[in-house]
């Protein structure tokens, strides 16, 4: 949600247009046009990271400052461990679900292009790397709300 909050600023949408090609991109910021330049090159996609990671960092940060005294803060983080930025946090949780369930929640979200879908899992770490690499994990196949208050259950005993 904050980066789609970012996208939506219109200061952020007049830097994307001069970081990225002209040709590539026109003279209107356009999510969708992004999306395809940066899941069809690494170097565009690396440069939007480059330009994003660190309002992404800042946004994390003021959003833990602002919630200092809450017992439980939650973030979430769709490349959490690609982007290196579980050092962030305290604990991390993988949510998952099985890949048939996954392409078909993508595909209700609307405007599903398979091609852009593979590229974005193919950027991804495997869901099992994840699962391994975070503290806690979800199966959003099965309930949900227990297995979050199982984790809050296990952070208070910590």
């Given at each position: 949600e904050y980066v789609k909050q970012l996208y939506l600023d219109p200061n952020i949408q007049q830097e994307l247009l001069c970081i990225?090609?002209?040709?590539?991109?026109?003279?209107?910021?356009?999510?969708?046009?992004?999306?395809?330049?940066?899941?069809?090159?690494?170097?565009?996609?690396?440069?939007?990271?480059?330009?994003?990671?660190?309002?992404?960092?800042?946004?994390?940060?003021?959003?833990?400052?602002?919630?200092?005294?809450?017992?439980?803060?939650?973030?979430?983080?769709p490349l959490l461990f690609e982007t290196g930025f579980d050092v962030y946090f305290d604990y991390s949780i993988c949510v998952y679900c099985n890949e048939e369930s996954r392409k078909t929640r993508a595909q209700k979200r609307g405007d599903f292009n398979l091609k852009i879908y593979n590229k974005i899992?193919?950027?991804?770490?495997?869901?099992?790397?994840?699962?391994?690499l975070a503290n806690f994990q979800i199966n959003t196949d099965l309930d949900v709300e227990f297995q979050i208050k199982e984790i809050i259950y296990k952070v208070k005993l910590a």
């Open positions: 990225f090609d002209k040709k590539l991109f026109g003279k209107i910021f356009d999510k969708k046009k992004l999306s395809e330049i940066i899941y069809n090159d690494d170097t565009q996609r690396k440069k939007l990271e480059q330009y994003i990671h660190p309002k992404v960092r800042k946004g994390i940060n003021d959003f833990k400052n602002n919630n200092i005294k809450e017992p439980f803060i939650f973030i979430e983080v899992k193919n950027i991804q770490l495997p869901q099992e790397e994840k699962k391994n």
